[in-house]
């Protein structure tokens, strides 16, 4: 199924949770949030939530980057 | 000194001098920087993740979790909608309920918009977040944010990176008389004397990025930063003499030879 995952349209195994979906692009869930259609999922609900075709999901996490800046990483 | 920790919504803070990780060479610079520093507060942005590329290392590996209080930002957000988002996406990565928020209102100034950080910080305390946000040096602003429950208020030195100082000292010190919260005076300072000069006028704290990272020496600068928060906040406790106009001898006048 096609989800777009941080803006990019991505290719992904079919009916995915929030946790396999992170395993499978090796990204550690501690100090990331997830949010799915513009909700947040919350970290208990990763392994409950399974993703749909045409979802759109934005991971982020913590970067370097002062005071309106958008440096590093 | 002992008795003079900065606490902000029941949360202690070692440093007065909190900084940014941005505009560094690399990560081991920042780390030496942020230690030069003395800080225990760094502020962080928030961004997606990189799907593409997951060799790259994270900023949070080179800072010890024991040692720093990480202060997620909102910055680059310029409308109370993202602002709300990041800070919600911020808090639920787990770290803390603290953020530092900005809302941009133009990229040329990067002056906040402040009718959008009310907007956002409503929301944002009512959602349980300990909200320290980026304003400009106006004290009617400054009360407004405290009455939405901000816990701390952060008015610009000067513009963003501009190494201007504090340029309107009497507003901030207005902001000091109308607010019972912390003031951080936040972006805009130049070098270790404008550090000082915030804390000798009472500010609690001081938030700067550019200053150090963007300084020569950045290493030398952080180390220079902090005395200058440590020599400000001494002399802000001691009591400074007051300004006068005319001379008052410091030697006495008594036993002089010819007398």
Known sequence: MTITLNGEKKEVPDGMTV???LEFL????QRVAVELNLEIVKKDKFEMTTLKEGDS????????GGISLEYGV | ????????AGIEFQSRLWVGTGKYKDFAETKRAIEASGTDVVTVSVRRVNIIDRSKENLLDYLDPKIYKILPNTAGCYTARDAIRTAMLAAEAGITKLVKLEVIGDDKTLFPDNEATLEAAKVLVKEGLIVLPYTTDDPIMAKKLVDVGCSAVMPLAAPIGSGLGIRNPYNIRIIMETVKVPIIV????????????????????VLLNTAIAGAKDPIAMAEAMKYGVLGGRLAYKAGRIPKKLYASASSPLEGMIGS
Do not use: H, Y
């Open chain 1, 19 to 21: 946790t396999r979906l």
């Open chain 1, 26 to 29: 090796n990204i550690q869930r």
């Open chain 1, 57 to 64: 999901l934005e991971v982020v996490s913590f970067m370097a």
């Open chain 2, 1 to 8: 000194m002992i008795d003079d920790k900065l606490v902000i």
């Open chain 2, 186 to 205: 936040d972006a805009g300072v130049g070098t270790a004397s404008d550090v000082a000069f915030a804390m000798e006028i009472g500010c609690d704290a």
